[in-house]
């Protein structure tokens, strides 16, 4: 069993940045694969960047963003750079031993970026 907690959403400006932590319980976190999905009103969730747990990454999101893990923190981060409206949403992370990463979900953060 894993339970996410998400962290460090909020209000920013375009252009601005912000770093996302998704916090893992459970000893073996290193073990799976973590994604970061989105998901902004009236519209489907995405996948905006997953990590393997080997370390490899995969982005829709390319150039802005980027998905990191701290296995030792039992901690993924996404960081996003250059932010705009249109990335307004609630992200949320998940996490699983299949690809694409969605046994465990946590409850999300809200990202809202003003123009």
């Known amino acids: 069993q894993v339970q996410l907690v998400e962290s460090g959403g909020g209000l920013v400006q375009a252009g601005g940045s912000l770093r996302l932590s998704c916090a893992a319980s459970?000893?073996?976190?290193?073990?799976?694969?973590v994604g970061w999905f989105r998901q902004a009103p009236g519209k489907q969730r995405e996948l905006v960047a997953a990590i393997t747990s080997g370390g490899s990454t995969n982005y829709s999101v390319r150039g802005r963003f980027t998905i990191s893990r701290d296995n030792a923190k039992n901690t993924v981060y996404l960081h996003m750079n250059s932010l705009k409206p249109e990335d307004t949403a609630v992200y949320s992370c998940?996490?699983?031993?299949?690809?694409?990463?969605?046994?465990?979900w946590g409850q999300g953060t809200q990202v809202t970026v003003s123009s």
């Open positions: 459970g000893r073996t976190f290193s073990s799976y694969h």
């Open positions: 998940a996490a699983g031993l299949t690809w694409v990463p969605s046994d465990y």
